[in-house]
């Protein structure tokens, strides 16, 4: 038996956001931020995650000039979710945690992998957009990494980490630096929503509409 269902990409895509548009309708959002949210809810599909979302007053400024020099993110699910059409031209996602020298990295400095791999980006963080969507170590490490002077500092990070050991406290860490910053408080978080807003502040880069 046939069922009853959109099948034109363009029209599920324009619906969809659509709908979200109304979901949030009551949600008082900036509007500069509004695209930003729209990609988020699109994402999970849950109008709710816009009630733990935070950001810092300049990070749509800071995360715009970060994404325009350098793209840093944790794993490779991140990158996966980035829409690389829709980023600036020399622009790329760079995930070092899959380098040959992050395993031994890692074990001299008793951290994961994903904190190891942050040491990599090297002097590419300065200025750059740096994308967390999965381990709470990499962006506890990072923090540190600036506090102490040892990394350069980014203009701007997605803190999307995900999970019930460390994620709602790196985020709180994060919301309570002096860092410009967009996350979304307690467990939830992961690779896609960290990946649906750099999708979404490419878009604003190019003066696209996300609908």
């Known amino acids: 038996m046939p069922y009853d269902y959109i099948k034109s990409p363009a029209e599920i895509y324009r619906k969809s956001f659509a709908l979200v548009g109304?979901?949030?309708?009551?949600?008082?959002?900036?509007?500069?931020?509004?695209?930003?949210?729209?990609r988020l809810v699109h994402t999970c599909g849950d109008p709710s995650i816009v009630e733990v979302l935070d950001w810092s007053a300049d990070f749509l400024q800071a995360g715009l000039a970060g994404l325009s020099r350098a793209l840093l993110v944790d794993v490779?699910?991140?990158?996966?979710?980035?829409?690389?059409r829709f980023l600036p031209a020399g622009v790329a996602p760079?995930?070092?945690?899959n380098h040959p020298e992050v395993a031994g990295l890692a074990e001299r400095l008793g951290t994961?992998?994903?904190?190891?791999?942050?040491?990599?980006?090297?002097?590419?963080?300065?200025?750059?957009?740096?994308?967390?969507?999965?381990?709470p170590t990499a962006l506890f490490h990072l923090l540190e990494g600036i506090e102490a002077g040892r990394?350069?500092?980014?203009?701007?990070?997605?803190?999307?980490?995900?999970?019930?050991v460390g994620a709602?406290?790196?985020?709180?860490?994060?919301?309570?630096?002096?860092?410009?910053?967009?996350?979304?408080?307690?467990?939830?978080g992961g690779s896609a929503l960290a990946a649906s807003v750099v999708n979404a502040l490419a878009l604003i880069a190019r003066n696209e509409s996300q609908e």
Do not use: Y
């Not at 109304?22 to 729209?38: F, I, N, Q």
């Not at 490779?76 to 829409?83: C, K, L, R, Y």
């Not at 760079?94 to 945690?97: F, G, K, Y």
């Open 168 to 188: 709602a406290e790196s985020k709180e860490a994060v919301a309570a630096s002096d860092l410009p910053f967009i996350t979304v408080h307690g467990t939830r």
């Open 112 to 135: 994961t992998r994903s904190a190891a791999a942050v040491e990599l980006w090297g002097q590419a963080l300065e200025g750059g957009l740096v994308v967390i969507g999965n381990a």
């Open 76 to 84: 490779e699910m991140v990158s996966a979710g980035i829409t690389a």
């Open 151 to 164: 990394l350069p500092r980014p203009a701007a990070l997605v803190a999307m980490p995900v999970g019930f």
């Open 22 to 38: 109304e979901a949030l309708a009551g949600h008082a959002l900036p509007s500069a931020l509004m695209p930003v949210a729209k």
């Open 94 to 97: 760079v995930c070092q945690l």
